[in-house]
């Protein structure tokens, strides 16, 4: 595969967004689901014996395959093509708010565009971009929770503990407290705590 118009899987991903959009489906409906749905197609296949290569194939396929519809969508049919994670949704200009095309100058679509992160990228890459986002997931969550427990970045486990005590008995639903809130400040706890 050297360049953009040579992806077998832009059909399938055009077939599979038209359904959704005809018949109304407004869910949640992102790349896992279209991965799970077009898994039988071809071209996604037996593409690298290394497990974490393979499954990087089939994700850059199918983003690559999204973001090269959502402009010909825009510029063919007036459509807006919505890509992310997991809120994959093609919508009219009227639903989307939009009348001019969705902002182009994006980091992930160009990487996705790029036929040579494709054939060049090495299992090793894929690990360590997984490390990454793992551990931008676990540093974005860490500072939610502390966020929920109005701490500090540097707040020690004593501190966390109790916070979490003065909160958990103020929001105790046994007490009057807002369940939601309680069980937010447990997660929080939670989370902080190991």
């Not at 593409?47 to 983003?63: G, I, R, W």
């Not at 979490?164 to 447990?186: C, N, T, V, W």
Request: with cysteine; aromatic share 8%.
């Amino acid at each position: 595969m050297s360049n953009s118009s040579q992806n077998p899987l832009v059909p399938a991903i055009l077939s599979v967004l038209r359904q959704n959009f005809q018949s109304g489906q407004t869910g949640a409906f992102g790349i896992h689901h279209l991965l799970t749905t077009l898994s039988q197609h071809a071209c996604l296949q037996d593409l690298d014996k290394n497990p974490e290569l393979n499954l990087f194939k089939k994700n850059f396929l199918m983003m690559n395959g999204l973001y090269q519809l959502q402009q010909s969508l825009w510029e063919d049919e007036g459509l807006v093509l919505n890509i992310a994670t997991l809120d994959i949704r093609l919508l009219n200009q009227l639903e989307s708010g939009k009348a001019v095309m969705p902002e182009i100058a994006d980091p992930m679509r160009e990487y996705y565009l790029d036929w040579q992160h494709y054939s060049e990228t090495s299992a090793d890459d894929v690990i360590a971009l997984l490390n990454a986002f793992w551990l931008q997931q676990d540093t974005e969550g860490r500072s939610g929770a502390l966020r929920t427990l109005d701490l500090e970045p540097d707040a020690t486990g004593e501190q966390i503990k109790q916070r979490y005590q003065r909160l958990a008995s103020e929001h105790h639903p046994d007490k009057g407290g807002d369940p939601d809130r309680f069980m937010a400040i447990r997660q929080a706890y939670e989370l902080l705590r190991h």
